[in-house]
């Protein structure tokens, strides 16, 4: 996991929507948002849901940090 990749706030989400989703997609991996420090939401690139396992295992590993 590579904190500056993998975890965003929600104010960023908010703030700048577009960049955040290019990067989710452009890094094919899931991104933590956080609010006030907390796990909030996991955005997860369609790509990998093609292939459940992996979106499922990709969540897993996320939610062990």
């Known amino acids: 996991m590579d ?3 993998d975890i965003r706030t929600l104010d960023e989400l ?3 929507t577009n960049r955040v ?3 989710v997609r452009a890094g094919k991996r899931p991104v933590i948002i956080t609010s006030k ?5 996991i955005l ?3 790509a990998l849901l093609k292939n459940r396992r992996t979106a499922l295992k990709a969540a897993c590993d996320l939610a062990t940090v």
Do not use: H, N, Q, Y
Not at 37 to 41: A, D, M
């Open 3 to 5: 904190i500056e990749r």
């Open 37 to 41: 420090g907390e796990p909030e939401l």
């Open 44 to 46: 997860i690139p369609a």
């Open 14 to 16: 908010k703030t700048d």
């Open 21 to 23: 989703i290019s990067d």
